[in-house]
């Protein structure tokens, strides 16, 4: 399947690695993950244990699909539907 067996190929994934590996990153690099099912996917494929010590994967806030409560979002339509406003 189309961009589901990309990264599933070893090779690949070891390619990617090295290339990161290469870019001989002396400092601590933080990378923020936004969506929480990405985060998941991360972890659950073991990503974090593959990457070099210093870099870190942040959980961040969510992301605003999921986290955005229903009536936060039913009053932004109510407000899209009156005249002269734009949300």
Not at 15 to 40: A, F, Q
Not at 44 to 52: A, V, Y
């Amino acid at each position: 399947m189309r961009y589901v067996d990309e990264f599933k190929d070893r090779i690949l994934i070891k390619r990617v690695l090295s290339e990161i590996d290469d870019l001989g990153l002396n400092k601590e690099i933080r990378l923020m993950e936004v969506c929480g099912t990405h985060t998941m996917s991360v972890h659950r494929h073991g990503i974090p244990t593959l990457l070099p010590r210093n870099l870190k994967l942040i959980s961040g806030p969510g992301c605003p699909v999921c986290v955005t409560p229903n009536d936060y979002i039913d009053t932004a339509v109510e407000y899209a539907r009156l005249k002269d406003c734009i949300v």
